[in-house]
């Protein structure tokens, strides 16, 4: 009876951890949209969108209607929010649209949008700049308090050839309002691209992989020793 109630913690253990994290994880992926009280409403610029997009409105977000993917942000509510500062908005880095009016925002983030590139369309009070500068955007208005910023632009070049930005073999690719990321090109990798032919994988990751093996080996033939001395 004992035996069957020591093999019973450990695994009822582990079910309380993985509910907590699973819990953890939930809370954490929506919680932007809790950011501030209330939800969107019918009649305000993300709500037109989610109706016209055929989203869900869930709190400040409008979620994209698709089963394989039901947490994917498309619109993003936070005005009115009592906001002072933009920082970390990375839950929804795959938004379309982003209202941030009516909010008496002093500060906004140089990173805050990085990775942003689906981003197109972003409402903020009338002296706050687009994100990444008002150069970063096809068209940019101020009315009625607010600033407009449409269409992102991409900063890169529009060839997709080799680009001034980057180092050579490599392609620039946009990352958000005025940034932009660097890949290496095929058959080059490393530091600056510099390195030509194939990522080695096996020299790189089979000694790792082998002195683990050998570390849990040895791991468990001294936990071995000790479990036979006891």
Not at 16 to 33: D, G, H, P, R, V
Not at 171 to 183: I, K
Request: charged letters at 15%; glycine letters at 8%; a neutral charge.
């Amino acid at each position: 009876m004992n035996a069957g109630c020591n093999q019973l913690k450990p695994a009822l253990f582990i079910l309380i951890l993985n509910s907590y994290f699973f819990a953890s994880y939930q809370l954490t992926e929506l919680q932007i949209c809790k950011l501030c009280s209330g939800t969107v409403l019918n009649g305000s610029a993300v709500g037109e969108f989610c109706s016209s997009s055929a989203g869900r409105i869930d709190g400040r977000c409008c979620l994209r209607n698709d089963t394989s993917d039901p947490e994917h942000i498309i619109g993003l509510d936070l005005s009115n929010c009592s906001l002072t500062r933009v920082e970390n908005l990375q839950e929804a880095s795959a938004v379309l649209m982003i209202d941030l009016s009516l909010n008496s925002i002093v500060n906004v983030s140089d990173s805050a949008f990085q990775g942003f590139i689906e981003l197109n369309y972003v409402i903020l009070p009338a002296d706050i700049l687009c994100p990444g500068g008002n150069t970063s955007w096809e068209k940019v208005e101020v009315k009625e308090g607010n600033r407009f910023c449409t269409g992102q632009k991409n900063i890169c070049n529009q060839t997709g050839q080799l680009s001034y930005n980057c180092p050579a073999n490599s392609l620039c690719g946009r990352y958000g309002p005025g940034f932009f990321e660097c890949s290496c090109v095929a058959n080059y990798h490393g530091y600056k691209c510099l390195r030509e032919g194939e990522f080695p994988v096996l020299q790189v990751f089979g000694p790792l992989g082998a002195s683990m093996v050998v570390i849990s080996a040895l791991l468990w033939v001294t936990q071995r020793r000790k479990a036979k001395s006891l």
